[in-house]
C-alpha cells in the first residue's frame, strides 16, 4: 500500500503534501525514571592504589639507577 492510499489522499506528488503526524509525550509528561548507583565498596581505595604504583615505579627507578652506575 502506498502512503498516499494510508492517508486517504490521492494525487500526492511530494512528501511535503502529506499531512504531519508525529508521536509526542503523554498528557502530563512520563513518569520518572527510578535510578540509583549502588556501586560497592569493595576493594582498595584510590589512596592504596595511587601509593603502590607510586611504589612500584620508584622500585623500578632505584633499579635502573643500580643498573646505570654498573
Known amino acids: 500500500?502506498?502512503?498516499a492510499?494510508?492517508?486517504n489522499k490521492p494525487g500526492m506528488s511530494s512528501v511535503k503534501?502529506?499531512?504531519l503526524l508525529q508521536n509526542g509525550?503523554?498528557?502530563g509528561?512520563?513518569?520518572p525514571v527510578r535510578y540509583a548507583r549502588r556501586i560497592p565498596s569493595k576493594g582498595p581505595s584510590a589512596v592504596a592504589i595511587?601509593?603502590?604504583a607510586f611504589g612500584t615505579f620508584s622500585w623500578g627507578m632505584y633499579q635502573v639507577g643500580k643498573g646505570n652506575k654498573r
Open 1 to 3: 500500500m502506498t502512503e
Open 5 to 7: 492510499y494510508i492517508r
Open 17 to 19: 503534501d502529506m499531512p
Open 25 to 27: 509525550p503523554p498528557p
Open 29 to 31: 509528561g512520563f513518569a
Open 50 to 52: 595511587f601509593l603502590a
